[in-house]
C-alpha cells in the first residue's frame, strides 16, 4: 500500500530532505516517487534503502543527465524520481552505506551546483519583485486601486530574500568543507 506525504523543503535543506527521507526507510517506508512537495512510500524492511538527492548539471531530460542516472543505477541504486534537476535514488543498504558522494571534491562541487542554482533563482526573483510592487504602488496612486502585482511582487521579493539567505548557508557549508579538504591534504 503506498503512503503519500506533503512536505516542503527550501533547496538550501537538501540535506534535511535526504536526512527525512533515510529516517522514513529506517522506519520501513520506502521512497517509491516524488514531485513538488510530494512523495510516495511503499512498506519495506526498516533499514533496507538509502536515500541520495543529487542536483544534476543539465536538466533530467537531457542526454548527459540521463547517461548519469543510467551509470547510477548500474551500482545497484534506483532512480525513483525527479523533479527539475533534482534526482532521487534509492539503494538496497545490504550491510552498506549510500553515498553518492564518495570524498570531499565531489560534495563541494555538488554544493557549488546547488548553490549557483538557488542564486540564478534569487537574483531572478528581486527585480521582478521589485517591478511588481512599484507597478502596484503606481496603481494604487494613480487609481486608488490594489491590484494583485503587489501581493505577487511581495512574494517574488520573500522568495529572492530567502533564496540568497539559502545560498549564504550553502556558502559557509562549501567553505568548511574546503577548509577540511586542506587540513586533510
Not at 529506517?26 to 524492511?45: I, M, P, W
Not at 526498516?46 to 548527459?64: H, T
Not at 503606481?138 to 522568495?159: A, D, K, Q, S
Amino acid at each position: 500500500m503506498r503512503k503519500v506525504i506533503r512536505k516542503v523543503f527550501w533547496a538550501w535543506d537538501f540535506d534535511k530532505e535526504e536526512a527525512w527521507l533515510n529516517e522514513m526507510a529506517s522506519r520501513g517506508l520506502a521512497l517509491v516517487a516524488v514531485d513538488f512537495c510530494k512523495y510516495e512510500f511503499e512498506e519495506c524492511a526498516p533499514n533496507e534503502y538509502g536515500i541520495q538527492l543529487e542536483l544534476l548539471d543539465n536538466i533530467v531530460s537531457s542526454e548527459e543527465s540521463r547517461n548519469y542516472i543510467s551509470f547510477v543505477e548500474e551500482t545497484g541504486a534506483e532512480c525513483v524520481g525527479t523533479w527539475i534537476r533534482w534526482v532521487y535514488f534509492r539503494k538496497k543498504k545490504d550491510g552498506g552505506e549510500f553515498k553518492l558522494f564518495s570524498d570531499k571534491d565531489s560534495l563541494i562541487a555538488h554544493l557549488q551546483r546547488i548553490i549557483i542554482f538557488i542564486a540564478v533563482l534569487g537574483i531572478a526573483n528581486l527585480p521582478i519583485g521589485l517591478l511588481n510592487v512599484m507597478l502596484g504602488i503606481n496603481t494604487l496612486i494613480e487609481e486608488n486601486v490594489v491590484v494583485p502585482n503587489i501581493y505577487l511582487g511581495i512574494f517574488n521579493l520573500v522568495i529572492g530574500i530567502a533564496a540568497l539567505a539559502g545560498v549564504s548557508r550553502l556558502t559557509r557549508k562549501k567553505k568548511k568543507l574546503e577548509a577540511e579538504r586542506q587540513i586533510s591534504e
